[in-house]
């Protein structure tokens, strides 16, 4: 269906979350596939191909950097072409990426070529995430209408951290039972699978199109891009190194840990999930990174398990709803039709800030010890606290 130029939202008489269903399954069945092939593609790259460290870091890694390089290219072609359309062309190019794997099983006898199209193959998922996630995101927000855009966000990333919870340990038993011709074969179905689910979906008319205003929508974004940035540290030094401390200090229940922080952060997205759209994005922001700064002061000052994984839980809990809290925040300060590149300009703010966490706190860690990490955790949170009060002030005075 072609979609013509329309209104910025449907006039619906009460939006109706059950049309996100099928949005929230491609979503889910996106990250099944990138998340099938964490715990093996490295092992691949390094055990049957024989690449050292080095080349297994480039071809995991590729994915995140082409994923961050095409956010706003992602989001233009969002505001252009239509959120159906980039759904759509999401799944098949992910899709293609599961037959560059399929190819590079083929040509396993020659290990460069092999590699070298592996990488392609993640080339593709980058671009192809891309598009998916931010169509289902503006799609969903078009169809749910402007007061449930944290809704439609918080959501999102319930399907996101779900499927990857899922695809991890499926993915280490196709590996283990079929090997890397498995995982390919998985990769390249899942996607075509997911396709009807959203090619029969009523396409909705994206908003006159005017020419990409990049500086405009990406110093409107630019507050709460800095928040999500500095909250995202903490979060990602419970997932990246929590388990080394706990390893370092001889205490047990690693499995305890993990389990916390993600119960914790399901629950915030899936019970608290409302409150951006009905009390403002600024104030739930705030009260999250708060009790982020606790989690994370927690965590350092730990002398024992319980009281560490009493700051996972707090880490979890606070960091869950400040996406899309200030993911409210951002787009309120632009226009409909630049939706789709304020959400790319937005989320590249996080994408860094995912890339930078481990060298830094690993960093912070080889000079100070493992403790620091959430000391430096809770300063950056502290500093997250002051930008997300700077916005509740503007907020307060646009409303007055």
């Known amino acids: 269906m072609t979609e013509q130029p329309g209104a910025a939202f449907p006039q619906a008489p009460e939006p109706r979350a059950a049309a996100l269903l099928p949005l929230i399954g491609a979503v889910f069945t996106l990250y099944l596939v990138i998340g099938l092939a964490m715990p093996v593609l490295p092992l691949y790259v390094h055990n049957d191909l024989g690449f050292d460290t080095f080349i297994v870091g480039i071809v995991v890694g590729s994915q995140s950097l082409v994923a961050v390089v095409s956010r706003m290219g992602a989001g233009v072609f969002v505001d252009s072409r239509g959120v159906k359309l980039a759904v759509l062309l999401g799944l098949l190019v992910s899709a293609l990426s599961g037959g560059f794997y399929l190819v590079a099983v083929f040509f396993a006898g020659k290990a460069v070529l092999s590699v070298v199209i592996l990488t392609l193959g993640r080339f593709c998922l980058g671009v192809g995430e891309n598009l998916l996630i931010t169509g289902s995101l503006c799609w969903g927000m078009t169809l749910m209408g402007p007061d449930r855009v944290g809704q439609v966000m918080a959501w999102m990333g319930t399907a996101i951290f779900g499927a990857i919870a899922v695809s991890t340990p499926l993915g280490n038993a196709v590996y283990m039972r079929y090997g890397f011709l498995g995982v390919a074969i998985t990769a390249t179905l899942l996607p075509l699978l997911a396709l009807p689910l959203v090619a029969w979906l009523r396409s909705v008319a994206p908003p006159p199109h005017t020419k990409p205003p990049f500086m405009k929508v990406a110093g409107a974004v630019w507050?709460?891009?800095?928040?999500?940035?500095?909250?995202?540290?903490?979060?990602?030094?419970?997932?990246?190194?929590?388990?080394l401390l706990f390893v370092n200090r001889g205490w047990g229940g690693l499995w305890i840990v993990l389990s916390v922080l993600s119960v914790s952060f399901m629950a915030g997205r899936l019970v608290l999930g409302h409150l951006?759209?009905?009390?403002?994005?600024?104030?739930?922001?705030?009260?999250?990174?708060?009790?982020?700064i606790l989690g994370q002061g927690a965590i350092w000052l730990a002398q024992g398990p319980a009281l560490a994984v009493a700051g996972v839980a707090l880490t979890g809990l606070g960091y869950s709803l400040i996406y899309p809290a200030l993911g409210v925040e951002a787009l309120r300060r632009v226009p409909p039709e630049h939706r789709g590149l304020a959400m790319g300009s937005y989320t590249v703010f996080l994408d860094i800030s995912m890339g930078l966490t481990g060298p830094v706190l690993g960093l912070a860690a080889d000079r100070a010890g493992l403790g620091a990490i959430y000391f430096v955790g809770m300063l950056l949170a502290m500093g997250a606290a002051i930008v997300i009060f700077r916005l509740l002030q503007l907020s307060r005075s646009a409303s007055q």
Do not use: W
């Open 223 to 243: 507050g709460p891009g800095v928040g999500v940035a500095l909250s995202g540290v903490g979060f990602g030094a419970v997932t990246t190194f929590i388990t």
């Open 276 to 292: 951006p759209d009905k009390i403002g994005g600024a104030r739930v922001a705030m009260g999250c990174i708060l009790v982020e």
